[in-house]
């Protein structure tokens, strides 16, 4: 029962994910076009347009790399009997939710260190820049975290001799 309903808020965020990246994305698109076609047709430079995509491929990087699932090597995983392979995955979760953590904490140095520099181009502070490490340190947790869950009921739904979707 759990497993599916964390199945399920997993597919809705994941979903609710990739539409933001794609917005993000559309975003990147029309501003470059907009910049190019205020200097090549009206000979005017949009100043704001360079450091406003900086920011939103920063965004748009760190975002989409929550939903990667190449940044996964299984290699050893894939090697070894299921009990350690669960526990190696376990194992690798821990990890990663340390690495996780250090960039939370650490991002708010930096959050801090950055809030009273402001863009050129657009009105609003750099920190801006250093806000996904906060947001997709959280978000890429409750991710490690639903894989752990996935894993561990996976597992023990197989060795039920129940099927998993």
């Known amino acids: 029962m759990v497993h599916r309903t964390v199945g399920r808020v997993a597919t809705v965020a994941g979903r609710i994910l990739d539409v933001a990246v794609g917005g993000i994305l559309v975003a990147i698109v029309c501003i470059a076009l907009a910049q190019v076609a205020a200097r090549d047709v009206f000979n005017a430079s949009l100043t704001w347009s360079g450091e406003l995509n900086r920011l939103l491929y920063i965004w748009l ?80 947790g409750l991710t490690v975290i639903g894989e752990v869950i996935d894993t561990w009921f996976g597992r023990a739904s197989r060795d039920n001799g129940e099927t998993v979707s």
């Open 61 to 140: 990087i760190l975002l989409a790399a929550i939903r990667a699932p190449h940044m996964h090597i299984t290699l050893l995983v894939d090697a070894v009997p299921r009990p350690a392979a669960l526990g190696l995955r376990i194992v690798s979760a821990a990890l990663a939710l340390s690495m996780l953590a250090l960039l939370f904490v650490h991002g708010q140095t930096v959050l801090t260190l950055q809030a009273s520099d402001r863009f050129i181009g657009i009105p609003i502070t750099k920190d801006w820049l250093y806000w996904p490490l906060l947001g997709v340190a959280g978000l890429w």
